[in-house]
């Protein structure tokens, strides 16, 4: 069957369709409702079956006899060392784990918060909260110890698991006291800490909270897998909405393996016993779908890589890893080849290597521009695919299933809806727009299972920002445009969301961090074009009356401010005082327009406009620190 024929029988029959996909799930009890409708625009899958999360990822593969097959590579080319782990191995591992968490009362529904980088050890702590019940919360270690605090505060964990250290090129980056500091700042303190001592860094260890990682499982009982609910959570993971508080979108245990079970072979072509790549990073959504439970589920071997494409040692690294390992699958951000395109613009490091095994590359995260997608073909001479999804979803919108079918490629486009998503395109008033023009991208409810059940401890802030704006649908926050053959194309974002090297970025926290400095009366933070990283935030700065103080002292002190408290992946540099911030009659900061002046791109004063000459002298500020920039 071809992807029209699966992608109308899903239209005919959606929960016949997802009925026959529960199959490839091991159930304690199976489903009978599959879909639940009765708190409409909430909606529930697989609500009356039981299950368990990390049986289906490593338990039933070991009992099937394949104990033996790799589960887990990791490839650290920073610390130049490799490992391996079996199915078997595993499951050891993550029951010692799950035990020792239980005995100190760690159980169902209970929250745990990780902190770790890209060492098998963080999915291992993924697992064992799965194992029991227990709900994760992965921080990515790139977040300072201000926003790791505020993540604490919302989902009240049991226990923290950490790191002692994260390794960047040519830094070693300790947690540890940002565990210590963000552990001051909440208001609500985890009762234990567990801490993997790496020695790049070894860490403090605070007398009766926290516990070395080791010697916390000493003899502990090895746990069973606890059944929970179709519905019960898995996992919160935040990201960033329009204003500075993150959003903790709620993953339930029973559609997210569903639909991860039917997208590694509908669309990655995985399956069991392949090897599958995605290159991010555990503290994103993609870590959680495709570096931890997919492939698991799939029963593939998974790769987690501590490095980066570049610099780490070359820009070759992608092409050994890929090489060394037999990786079939592979699955990265733009941005990455992007930056391997500029440091090997010919590829020659291709050359060094034998991809022979590989037959995909999959692109996600933001835009793919069509340079990078020719480039990409053009050296790996294998099929690039560009897909479409978002942390809520937790699996492509959008994709070419090429474990159904390769559809024809058409550059910028992320191809076409998969099953269990009618992408409609909206004007304001909530209508759905003809073939071809821009619109809001909008998904009709209800969403497939996998998707986001509502925000933690948030259920009105999940309607409000994404079931109200246009009624029986998720808003997506994105806006793009359908053609006449279905294919989908995604533009930009409607909201004040950034995306700056496949990391979304909120710009209202960024503007909150910037309000607090003692100088700064306004201001206003916008995504600015870039080469390397798709965006970059730039901040627009209006200074307290009377400051007298040096301009580019003050801003040296807000970008500090801000790696402080939001963290070095927020990638803030840029910044400019200006006089006044152009705003429309009613005070809107008219964000869009000051983004094209920024980017050299044409703009008109809106028509609501409170002063048009803000414009030009905005125009002047940013000349003055070289923007545009020339392309
Ligand atoms: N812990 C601590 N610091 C981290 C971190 C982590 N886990 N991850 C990133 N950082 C820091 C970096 O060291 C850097 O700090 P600096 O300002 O001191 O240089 C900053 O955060 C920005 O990091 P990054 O976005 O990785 O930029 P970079 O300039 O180091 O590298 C790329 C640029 C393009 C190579 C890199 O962004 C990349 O590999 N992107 C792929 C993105 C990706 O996989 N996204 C996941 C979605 S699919
Ligand atoms: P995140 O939740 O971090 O995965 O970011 C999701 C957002 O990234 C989406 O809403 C889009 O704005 C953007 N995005 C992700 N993948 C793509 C893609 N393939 N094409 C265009 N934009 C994308």
Same mark, same amino acid.
């Given at each position: 069957?071809?992807?029209?024929?699966?992608?109308?029988?899903?239209?005919a029959?959606?929960?016949?369709?997802w009925?026959?996909?529960?199959?490839?799930?091991?159930?304690?009890?199976?489903?009978?409702?599959?879909?639940d409708s009765?708190?409409?625009?909430?909606?529930?899958?697989f609500?009356?079956?039981?299950?368990?999360?990390c049986?289906?990822?490593?338990?039933?593969?070991?009992?099937a006899?394949?104990g033996?097959r790799?589960a887990?590579?990791?490839d650290?080319?920073?610390?130049?060392?490799?490992?391996?782990?079996?199915?078997?191995?595993?499951?050891?591992?993550?029951?010692?784990?799950?035990g020792?968490?239980?005995?100190r009362?760690v159980?169902?529904?209970?929250?745990?918060?990780?902190?770790?980088?890209?060492?098998?050890?963080?999915?291992?702590?993924?697992?064992?909260?799965?194992?029991?019940?227990?709900?994760?919360?992965?921080?990515?270690?790139?977040?300072?110890?201000?926003?790791?605090?505020?993540?604490?505060?919302?989902?009240?964990?049991?226990?923290?698991?950490?790191?002692?250290?994260?390794?960047?090129?040519? %830094?070693?980056? &300790?947690?540890k006291?940002?565990?210590?500091?963000?552990i001051?700042?909440?208001?609500?303190?985890?009762?234990?800490?567990?801490?993997?001592?790496?020695?790049q860094a070894?860490?403090?260890?605070?007398a009766g909270?926290?516990?070395?990682?080791?010697?916390?499982?000493?003899?502990?009982?090895p746990?069973?897998?606890?059944?929970?609910?179709?519905?019960?959570?898995?996992?919160?993971?935040?990201?960033?909405?329009?204003?500075?508080?993150?959003?903790?979108v709620?993953? &339930?245990n029973?559609?997210?393996?569903?639909a991860?079970?039917?997208?590694?072979k509908?669309?990655?072509?995985?399956?069991a016993?392949?090897?599958?790549?995605?290159?991010?990073?555990?503290?994103?959504? =993609?870590?959680?779908?495709y570096?931890c439970?997919?492939?698991l589920?799939?029963?593939?071997?998974?790769i987690?890589?501590?490095?980066?494409?570049?610099?780490?040692?070359?820009?070759?690294?992608?092409?050994?890893?890929?090489?060394?390992?037999? =990786?079939?699958?592979?699955?990265?951000?733009?941005?990455?080849? %992007?930056a391997i395109?500029?440091?090997?613009?010919?590829?020659?490091?291709?050359?060094?290597?034998?991809l022979s095994?590989?037959?995909y590359?999959?692109?996600?995260?933001?835009?793919?521009d069509?340079?990078?997608?020719?480039?990409?073909?053009?050296?790996?001479?294998v099929?690039?695919?560009?897909?479409?999804?978002?942390?809520e979803?937790?699996?492509?919108?959008?994709?070419?299933?090429a474990?159904?079918e390769l559809l024809?490629v058409?550059?910028?486009? &992320?191809?076409?809806?998969?099953?269990?998503?009618?992408?409609?395109?909206?004007?304001?008033?909530?209508?759905?727009?003809p073939?071809?023009?821009?619109?809001?991208?909008?998904?009709?409810?209800?969403?497939?299972?996998?998707?986001?059940?509502?925000?933690w401890?948030?259920?009105? %802030?999940?309607?409000?920002?994404?079931?109200?704006?246009?009624?029986?649908?998720?808003?997506?926050?994105?806006?793009?445009i359908?053609d006449?053959?279905?294919?989908?194309?995604?533009?930009?974002?409607?909201?004040?969301?950034i995306?700056?090297?496949?990391?979304?970025?909120?710009?209202?926290?960024?503007?909150?961090?910037?309000?607090?400095?003692?100088?700064?009366?306004?201001?206003?933070v916008?995504?600015?074009a870039?080469?390397?990283?798709?965006?970059?935030?730039m901040g627009?700065?209006?200074?307290?009356r009377?400051c007298?103080?040096?301009?580019?002292?003050?801003?040296?002190?807000?970008?500090?401010?801000?790696?402080?408290?939001i963290g070095?992946v927020?990638?803030?540099?840029?910044a400019?005082?200006?006089?006044?911030?152009?705003k429309?009659?009613?005070?809107?900061?008219?964000?869009?327009?000051?983004?094209?002046?920024a980017?050299?791109?044409?703009y008109?004063?809106p028509?609501?406009?409170?002063?048009?000459?803000?414009?030009?002298?905005?125009s002047?500020s940013?000349?003055?620190?070289?923007?545009?920039h020339?392309h």
């Amino acid at each position: 069957m071809g992807y029209a024929e699966i992608y109308r029988g899903w239209k005919a029959d959606p929960e016949g369709f997802w009925r026959k996909a529960a199959e490839a799930i091991d159930w304690i009890e199976p489903s009978r409702a599959v879909l639940d409708s009765s708190r409409a625009p909430l909606y529930g899958w697989f609500a009356d079956g039981v299950c368990n999360t990390c049986f289906n990822a490593v338990d039933r593969h070991v009992l099937a006899g394949h104990g033996e097959r790799t589960a887990i590579i990791h490839d650290s080319p920073i610390t130049g060392t490799k490992s391996e782990i079996s199915y078997g191995e595993l499951r050891e591992r993550v029951a010692r784990l799950a035990g020792a968490l239980a005995e100190r009362g760690v159980g169902k529904g209970d929250r745990v918060v990780i902190y770790m980088p890209m060492v098998p050890e963080a999915l291992v702590a993924m697992l064992a909260c799965a194992r029991l019940g227990a709900v994760h919360s992965v921080v990515f270690g790139g977040f300072a110890a201000p926003e790791l605090a505020v993540r604490i505060d919302d989902a009240r964990p049991k226990a923290l698991i950490a790191a002692s250290c994260g390794l960047e090129p040519g %830094r070693v980056v &300790p947690y540890k006291p940002m565990v210590d500091a963000a552990i001051d700042l909440a208001q609500s303190k985890p009762e234990f800490c567990v801490i993997l001592q790496r020695d790049q860094a070894r860490a403090d260890l605070v007398a009766g909270r926290d516990h070395e990682w080791e010697a916390f499982q000493e003899g502990a009982v090895p746990a069973d897998c606890v059944p929970v609910g179709g519905m019960d959570p898995l996992y919160i993971l935040y990201t960033s909405g329009t204003t500075g508080a993150p959003k903790g979108v709620v993953r &339930p245990n029973g559609g997210h393996m569903v639909a991860l079970a039917w997208t590694m072979k509908n669309i990655y072509g995985v399956e069991a016993g392949d090897v599958f790549w995605s290159a991010s990073d555990v503290g994103w959504v =993609v870590g959680h779908s495709y570096i931890c439970y997919g492939p698991l589920i799939a029963g593939a071997t998974t790769i987690v890589f501590e490095g980066k494409p570049v610099g780490t040692p070359d820009a070759g690294t992608f092409w050994r890893v890929i090489a060394e390992h037999g =990786v079939k699958s592979f699955f990265t951000a733009p941005t990455a080849f %992007r930056a391997i395109k500029r440091e090997d613009p010919e590829a020659k490091l291709v050359g060094d290597y034998d991809l022979s095994t590989l037959q995909y590359l999959f692109l996600a995260g933001e835009r793919a521009d069509p340079d990078t997608i020719e480039w990409a073909q053009r050296h790996l001479k294998v099929p690039v695919i560009d897909h479409w999804w978002q942390t809520e979803t937790g699996w492509a919108i959008a994709a070419n299933p090429a474990g159904i079918e390769l559809l024809p490629v058409k550059l910028g486009s &992320p191809t076409v809806p998969m099953p269990g998503y009618d992408v409609q395109i909206l004007n304001e008033a909530g209508e759905p727009l003809p073939t071809g023009q821009l619109g809001a991208v909008a998904i009709r409810l209800p969403l497939p299972p996998g998707t986001l059940s509502t925000l933690w401890n948030a259920e009105a %802030r999940f309607v409000k920002s994404y079931l109200t704006t246009y009624p029986g649908y998720y808003e997506t926050g994105d806006a793009g445009i359908i053609d006449a053959d279905g294919y989908v194309s995604i533009m930009a974002r409607t909201d004040d969301v950034i995306n700056v090297a496949g990391h979304r970025l909120s710009t209202g926290a960024m503007e909150e961090v910037l309000a607090s400095h003692p100088d700064v009366a306004e201001c206003a933070v916008i995504g600015v074009a870039d080469e390397l990283k798709g965006q970059l935030p730039m901040g627009f700065i209006c200074l307290n009356r009377g400051c007298e103080r040096d301009h580019d002292e003050i801003i040296r002190e807000c970008v500090k401010l801000v790696r402080e408290r939001i963290g070095p992946v927020a990638a803030f540099k840029a910044a400019v005082v200006v006089d006044r911030l152009p705003k429309t009659r009613s005070g809107k900061i008219l964000r869009g327009v000051m983004g094209r002046i920024a980017d050299g791109q044409e703009y008109k004063a809106p028509a609501t406009i409170d002063d048009p000459a803000i414009l030009g002298e905005i125009s002047e500020s940013l000349a003055q620190i070289g923007y545009p920039h020339a392309h």
